[in-house]
């Protein structure tokens, strides 16, 4: 293949360029906000959990705690109906105001049974409010700890997409110098190699670092300025510059 000496010279722009558009994208894959997001949306995500399944013990507790203060209103409404029956004198029977009185102290006894067993309730309630509202505010943290990294991220971005976009529009411009098949081999290079051209420096190929043996550098002395030439070991075009030491 036969390109003019200043076109392949272009070529090792057009690398520039790309090695510029690759630490870009590289840059825009590793933001250290990425991994912090990651993080702190795992956290979220556990965070959240936490407050449904507290919450939804407290709703259940609220539920049985209702149910328990019913059951202690309707015994005590039940005992206060037999205390009047008792004051009223209208039981006579000795038998019948024993048994009366018996239920009544039955009665009593359930009902504190049963306001215990409410206040059992209440403090639990209480318990897991209380965690309740300390996941809610940690939670709450928590986004807004994102929310910031999301903000620094999007500016990161930002600014990574306008450097990317001139890088771009730079090799945009450069690729319009290339001849096209040297182009087209450049382009098939750089997808095997990641690099498609390489400059020849002092002896040494500065793709591969390799240093070229004498045999090399006699064949590359001797070959027209014109040849697009080839670095034996890593097979990048090997673009010959005044600092190429031949």
Known sequence: MKAAPAEQKR?????ELDSAADRLAHRRRTLPELAEIDEQSKRFAQLATQVIAAETEAGDLAREQTKAESDVDTVR???????????????????DLSSLQSEIASLHRRQGDLEEVV???????????????????????IAATRGAAEDRRDAALAEIDKEAADVEGRRSRVATEIPADLLALYEKLRGQYGVGAAMLHGGRCMGCKVTLSIADMN?????????????????RILVRTPESGI
């Open 11 to 15: 070529l090792l722009d057009l690398a």
């Open 77 to 95: 409404t039940r005992a206060e109906r037999d205390q009047k029956r008792l004051d009223s004198g209208m039981v006579t029977s000795p038998k």
């Open 119 to 141: 206040l059992e309730i209440m403090e639990r309630r209480e318990a897991i409010e209380s965690k309740a509202a300390d996941l809610i505010a940690q939670r709450d943290e």
């Open 219 to 235: 064949r590359i002395k001797a070959a027209p300025h014109d040849e697009v030439l080839r670095c034996e070991e890593c097979r």
